[in-house]
């Protein structure tokens, strides 16, 4: 079950449209160059968590790809009607909201942009409990390119992840469940959908690591969420440079994400590493309080 809710000059509350039967242009930039932007949130019993650091990130996002964005007022009602509409058809309960804007169809002078709510999949996080298989895989670019090369939009949210999904269907068939990106010079990035997060426990102080911004990854927003309830916590936070040793020899890793939150790395390369589920279920609970 799908919802799906256009923003449309003509229908200030949004307009609803069948997920089942065509929308989109063949046309339309976003499908035949992925030109456009995206952002994926979770709702919860009706209202979107973390929706101004969403938003934040789309605009960045928006910049970065020369778009012509939609007022944040315009999105927020129409993730409105899209979780109205689905909790009337699936009830209250936990929910994927996505957030897409094209630059619209082939020679148009609009964007196009919509909303697209459903429930979260039954199991998706219950797959990741156990702890995740990870393949380091190099992304093909060194961690300094970002600010060299800011056409290739590093650390913008685009459509164009053919890429990222090639690298874990790479993984599975390699015997894995997910993808560490790093780059050519050696540093920790990313993952496909996902930001790394790593802890260190040394004299009685824990310590939240990340990689640097400036590397070119896309800025998380669960990172930063926990992050902030972690120092709040408590706990030390610092950023990169990260390299792959530092994943080997810390504490616990995670995988964290809007909708998975946080999934546990127990093996690097087939080479198993920490982990701690006492650590995991601490931070799961700051994070699901910071939400």
Request: glycine share 8%; hydrophobic share 45%; charged share 25%.
């Amino acid at each position: 079950m799908t919802v799906l809710v256009f923003l449309d000059p003509e229908f200030p509350e949004g307009r609803l449209a069948e997920a089942d039967v065509p929308q989109l242009r063949a046309t339309d930039l976003g499908a035949t160059r992925g030109d456009g932007i995206f952002e994926s949130m979770l709702a919860v019993d009706g209202a979107a968590r973390k929706m101004e650091a969403h938003l934040d990130r789309m605009e960045s996002s928006a910049q970065a790809l020369d778009l012509i964005a939609p007022e944040r007022e315009t999105w927020e009602r129409a993730v409105a009607t899209a979780l109205r509409e689905l909790t009337v058809r699936e009830g209250n309960g936990e929910a994927v909201v996505k957030l897409l804007l094209t630059r619209g169809a082939e020679g148009a002078d609009s964007p196009t942009a919509w909303v697209a709510a459903s429930p979260v999949p039954a199991g998706s996080r219950e797959r990741t409990a156990d702890g995740l298989a990870v393949l380091l895989l190099d992304r093909g670019y060194d961690s300094t390119l970002a600010d060299r090369a800011p056409w290739l939009l590093l650390g913008a949210k685009t459509l164009s992840y053919a890429v990222n999904m090639a690298a874990l269907r790479y993984a599975k068939a390699n015997g894995a469940d997910d993808v560490i990106f790093t780059s050519s010079d050696g540093k920790v990035l990313e993952g496909p959908t996902s930001s790394v997060i790593l802890a260190v426990e040394e004299d009685g102080q824990k310590t939240l690591l990340t990689p640097e911004l400036e590397s070119g990854i896309l800025p998380g927003t669960t990172q930063r969420a926990l992050f902030d309830a972690a120092e709040a916590a408590g706990w030390a936070r610092g950023y990169g440079p990260l390299e792959p040793a530092h994943l080997m020899e810390a504490d616990a890793v995670w995988l964290v994400s809007s909708i998975r939150l946080l999934a546990p790395v127990t093996s690097i390369d087939g080479t198993p590493i920490s982990s701690s589920p006492a650590l995991t279920e601490e931070l799961t609970a700051l994070l699901r309080g910071a939400l």
